[in-house]
């Protein structure tokens, strides 16, 4: 029996794409398409159909909200109107009450795995985890995105292409999040980057959302995403059979990172079938260190904040 994926939030440009992707791999998925704006995920799912003829080996459908209980994993990429701003933090109330519906349908009972690719990510999963009781094994967040910005960065500083980089981004997905420079390499082998390198690298990720939303080209990293998203759900259910590294938003448990229990963060998380399997620790130095409580904090007042009121 195919592994079944709802995508709330279908109608739009990254919840469209990663059922795109999802068709594309080579495992099949049976694809529940969910949004608010029906013609939108409508127009989609006629589209797609198209897709799944042209020899794709999973099916695609539309359902109702209440329909995605019966998922294995549900994706959560519905959101408030993009808008011109400087941070994803002025989605935070807003969203959180869209996050707050669906998983209110979903129940703490749930037995799949939560997605939210919704931002702001990481205070949006710490607030869940609280709100509605769910065990960090079953919400993961994905920014992979800021990962792959440090690598195109890199790339372009030392002259290789970004795909032969591997480079990490873990703490905030925003203003907080900390590149690991510690730890780059270059077809497996460490490269230590220069001071005007760092530089460059650091600002290429973390001017990156300001200068994309500055396009107002109402959308936002919609092919990305649905790539990752995709590569992301093979994992979770265990396409491969085998646990994955990724640079996910997980609430800490153990204080990892110095990391306080409970706030969720970007870190090294070994995803497989079925969730979260554990968080890797890497030895990082002091100013990284110190970014992932930075972030931490930043991550936990953003929490608090959200005033949306769950209903039991």
């Given amino acids: 029996m195919s592994p079944r994926i ?17 068709l594309l791999r080579p495992e099949a998925y049976d ?43 549900v994706i959560l990429s519905a959101s ?17 009450a869209i996050v707050a519906a669906v998983v209110g349908v979903l129940g703490p009972d749930w037995p799949g795995v939560l997605v939210v690719v919704t931002n702001p990510v ?3 999963v710490t607030w869940m985890a609280r709100a509605f009781g769910l065990p960090r094994e079953r919400v993961v967040g994905y920014t992979a995105n800021d990962g792959l910005r ?21 703490g ?41 939303v500055a396009l107002d080209s109402g959308r936002s990293s919609t092919w990305t995403t649905g790539h990752g998203v995709a590569r992301m759900v093979a994992a979770l259910t265990g396409a491969s059979g085998l646990s994955e590294l990724w640079p996910a938003s997980v609430v800490v448990d153990g204080g990892e990172y110095g990391v306080p229990a409970g706030v969720a963060v970007t870190v090294p998380a070994r ?11 890497w030895p ?15 991550v936990a007042e953003a929490a608090d904040a959200i005033g949306v009121v769950v209903g039991r």
């Fill in 6 to 22: 709802a995508i709330v939030g279908a109608g739009g440009g990254v919840g469209s794409s990663v059922a795109f992707n999802l």
């Fill in 31 to 73: 694809i529940a398409l969910v949004d608010g704006r029906s013609g939108m995920a409508v127009s989609h799912e006629m589209d797609l159909q198209q897709v799944v003829a042209a020899g794709a080996s999973g099916s695609v459908e539309i359902v109702t909200l209440e329909e995605v209980v019966g998922a294995d994993v």
């Fill in 80 to 96: 408030a109107p993009l808008t011109v701003n400087r941070t994803r933090q002025v989605y935070l109330q807003d969203n959180a």
């Fill in 122 to 124: 990481d205070p949006l």
């Fill in 150 to 170: 440090l690598r195109t960065a890199i790339g372009q500083a030392l002259g290789v292409p970004s795909a032969r980089v591997d480079a990490w981004v873990l």
């Fill in 172 to 212: 905030e997905h925003g203003d907080g999040c900390v590149p690991i420079l510690s730890r780059v390499r270059v077809d497996g082998v460490a490269v230590t980057l220069d001071a005007a390198q760092r530089a460059a690298a650091v600002e290429f990720v973390r001017s990156w959302y300001v200068r994309h």
């Fill in 271 to 281: 995803l497989g079938d079925g969730g979260l399997v554990g968080v890797e620790e």
């Fill in 284 to 298: 990082l130095d002091a100013g990284e260190l110190a970014g992932m409580r930075a972030a931490a904090a930043v």
